[in-house]
Structures are given as structure tokens and as C-alpha cells.
Nanobody, 122 residues
Framework: QVRLVESGGGLVQAGGSLTLSCTASGRTFSDYFMGWFRRAPGKEREFVATITWSGGSPAYTASVEGRFTISRDNAKNTVYLQMNSLKPEDTAVYYC???????????????WGQGTQVTVSS
């Protein structure tokens, strides 16, 4: 079983930046595809980004394309989400996700972190 712990959330003004981190333990991190999802107040969970086990093929939901960057450091067992040009509509709890297979928008992996709150003020 993979254990995931997110950090880096907080309050930021619109146009600002934050970097989320997710550190994994319990299994070989480089065996896992990693992803980020988010849940805004009153809305369903939404796919944000995903990356392969080797750090290739990053993919994003359209609303964050060009503003967010997903990356990973397998030596540190950590996946990152760099968020730039933040908008109030990015306000949500952000969750790290892991799977031994591809993570898709409608097919998240079975492993989740506890979430980290991101609040963007206008």
C-alpha cells in the first residue's frame, strides 16, 4: 500500500503561485503513475494533472493547461504541482493520487492523500 501526504497549500491572491508537494511511502515510488485531483466547494472531484512513473507524458485538464506544471523526483519519492497565475476558481482541496497503471480523468488510482487546501482570493 502506498501512503501519500500532501503539503504546500495555503491562501494566495489571484495571480499568485503555489507549489504543492506529495510525498509517498510504503512502496517503490517509481513504480507508480501519479496524479492530482481537486474538489471545490459544492462541486464534484475534478482531475487536474497526471504524470507517468518516469516523469514523462504530463497531461492536464484544459482549465489549468499552461498555468500548472506537474513534475516528480523519484529520488525524493515526491510529486509536485507548480501552480502559477492562480484564479479564484482554482480554490479547492487538492488531492494526490497514485496508481500502478495510467491515471485518467475518469479513472483515478486507488491511493489518495488526505488533501491540502488551496484558497485563491480575488
Amino acid at each position: 500500500q502506498v501512503r501519500l501526504v500532501e503539503s504546500g497549500g495555503g491562501l494566495v491572491q489571484a495571480g499568485g503561485s503555489l507549489t504543492l508537494s506529495c510525498t509517498a511511502s510504503g512502496r517503490t515510488f517509481s513504480d507508480y503513475f501519479m496524479g492530482w485531483f481537486r474538489r471545490a466547494p459544492g462541486k464534484e472531484r475534478e482531475f487536474v494533472a497526471t504524470i507517468t512513473w518516469s516523469g514523462g507524458s504530463p497531461a492536464y485538464t484544459a482549465s489549468v493547461e499552461g498555468r500548472f506544471t506537474i513534475s516528480r523526483d523519484n529520488a525524493k519519492n515526491t510529486v509536485y504541482l507548480q501552480m502559477n497565475s492562480l484564479k479564484p476558481e482554482d480554490t479547492a482541496v487538492y488531492y494526490c493520487n497514485a496508481d500502478r497503471n495510467w491515471i485518467l480523468p475518469n479513472k483515478p488510482g486507488p491511493y489518495w492523500g488526505q488533501g491540502t487546501q488551496v484558497t485563491v482570493s480575488s
